[in-house]
């Protein structure tokens, strides 16, 4: 069956540190991936996106890697700070149109100062 | 940058009523718009696809008759629950995709209590 699931509900980290979170699929293939962030009450807002022909996407603090072997995705946050505490989603594009998202069920991310 | 208007942000009906939630993109043409349902902690379901001038395209098991989807123009798609449940309540985002460079914007969403 397809799946795609991040591999933790929630995760605390200590400012300053690096965050990593993982999101996981199976019997998909998609051309893109993507990554969200959803503070309460909000919908999401796009951070990164990611082709299946490249490995690594860097923007400021975040980094995204996308490997279609192992069907993995890894989502750093260097140097963390208490106000990227949120929850953060990854969505595959699974008709490969720019539209069409699943989403994963989220990693709620909290940053301790 | 590109905005998706929704609203209203949050309402409160009684059970039996309908409810129209509207999803405005406001500085481009959406040809595309994207309803979803997210309960607490989980993730975001896609209900249906929303294309301008036709008819919605709804993913299994979400009832047409129950969610009506309109997108009358390039800017404005609505999600309409017909005769809500309590089961209905839920956070509804909508989310359209910006026809000139594809790219997907989301609603503030619309939290739906239904008593």
């Known amino acids: 069956s397809q799946k795609i699931e991040q591999n933790s509900e929630a995760l605390n980290i200590q400012e300053g540190k690096t965050a990593t979170l993982t999101c996981n699929y199976t019997?998909?293939?998609?051309?893109?991936l993507q990554w969200y962030r959803q503070d309460p009450g909000r919908g999401p807002v796009f951070l990164l996106l990611?082709?299946?022909?490249?490995k690594e996407k860097r923007k400021e603090r975040l980094k995204v890697t996308f490997d279609t072997t192992l069907k993995q995705s890894l989502f750093h946050i260097t140097a963390s700070q208490p106000a990227d505490s949120a929850t953060y989603l990854c969505a595959l594009d699974i008709e490969n149109q720019g539209g069409k998202l699943i989403f994963g069920q989220g990693t709620e991310l909290s940053v301790k100062p | 940058g590109a905005v998706v208007s929704q609203h209203p942000s949050r309402v409160i009906c009684k059970s039996g009523t309908s409810v129209k939630i509207e999803c405005r993109s406001l500085d481009f043409q959406a040809t595309t718009m994207f309803w979803y349902r997210q309960f607490p902690k989980k993730s975001l379901m896609l209900m249906a696809t929303s294309n301008e001038g036709s008819k919605a395209t709804y993913e299994q098991g979400v009832e047409k008759d129950k969610f009506l989807i309109n997108h009358a123009s390039l800017t404005l798609s609505t999600l309409t629950v017909t005769s809500a449940h309590p089961e209905d309540s839920s956070f509804y985002i909508c989310?359209?995709?910006?026809?000139?460079?594809?790219?997907?914007?989301f609603g503030s969403g619309t939290q739906l209590s239904v008593l």
């Open positions: 019997n998909y293939s998609p051309a893109y």
């Open positions: 990611i082709r299946e022909n490249e």
């Open positions: 989310s359209a995709r910006d026809r000139v460079g594809g790219k997907l914007f």
